[in-house]
């Protein structure tokens, strides 16, 4: 739990320093990137975190497994077999491994490496001071496939809460 709060908290002060150095319309580009970024946090997360293998059923992959689960699957096989050696050939739950395919580990690649140029170049965009400059760097940016996509998904989601707002209340 308190990683997830620190990361709650590093978000929280990034959004506190954009809302000060960015104008009105960029904060949204902003917000639209932090959005495009949590969504790749999961897949992140397991290549960062989890603990990694070869099943020789998967010729062409690796597998993937929580550190959690693996703490889990560790203190069962002490807690029921006391002695036993801790990778006793117990089974996994195949619920908890993760398959991945090589193609797939290099698309997410690729993903990241895009994800990051992307966040460079917001940064550079934030750093320039001419207005007309700064202007056409995020026009460039919105025109990114998953940055648009977020601005669009947050413009529906604008439209649906004021056409909510109003609409008079049931009686």
Same mark, same amino acid.
């Given at each position: 739990?308190?990683?997830?709060?620190?990361?709650?908290?590093?978000?929280?002060? &990034?959004?506190? =320093?954009?809302?000060?150095?960015?104008?009105?319309? +960029?904060?949204?580009?902003?917000?639209?990137?932090? /959005?495009?970024?949590? +969504?790749?946090?999961a897949?992140?997360?397991?290549?960062?975190?989890?603990y990694? #293998?070869? &099943?020789?059923?998967?010729?062409? #992959?690796?597998?993937a497994? !929580?550190?959690?689960?693996?703490l889990?699957?560790?203190?069962?096989i002490?807690s029921?077999h006391?002695?036993?050696?801790?990778d006793? #050939?117990?089974?996994?739950?195949?619920?908890?491994?993760?398959?991945?395919?090589?193609?797939?580990? /290099?698309?997410?690649? /690729?993903?990241?490496?895009?994800?990051? #140029?992307l966040?460079? !170049?917001f940064?550079?965009?934030?750093?320039?001071?001419?207005? +007309?400059?700064?202007?056409? =760097?995020?026009?460039?940016?919105?025109?990114?496939?998953r940055l648009a +996509?977020?601005?669009?998904?947050d413009?529906?989601a604008?439209? !649906?809460?004021?056409?909510?707002?109003?609409k008079?209340?049931? !009686?």
């Amino acid at each position: 739990m308190p990683a997830l709060r620190a990361t709650a908290s590093r978000k929280r002060r &990034c959004e506190v =320093l954009a809302l000060a150095a960015l104008s009105s319309e +960029e904060v949204p580009v902003f917000d639209a990137l932090l /959005k495009v970024v949590g +969504e790749h946090r999961a897949a992140r997360n397991k290549l960062a975190h989890w603990y990694w #293998g070869i &099943c020789p059923e998967l010729k062409d #992959g690796a597998i993937a497994v !929580k550190p959690q689960y693996i703490l889990h699957h560790r203190v069962s096989i002490l807690s029921w077999h006391p002695g036993l050696p801790i990778d006793a #050939g117990f089974a996994l739950d195949l619920d908890e491994v993760y398959a991945f395919r090589i193609k797939s580990l /290099k698309a997410t690649a /690729k993903g990241f490496a895009t994800l990051a #140029g992307l966040v460079n !170049k917001f940064s550079s965009a934030a750093q320039i001071s001419g207005p +007309e400059e700064r202007a056409r =760097l995020f026009r460039e940016l919105t025109r990114d496939a998953r940055l648009a +996509e977020a601005l669009s998904r947050d413009q529906r989601a604008d439209q !649906k809460n004021h056409q909510s707002e109003r609409k008079p209340p049931r !009686k």
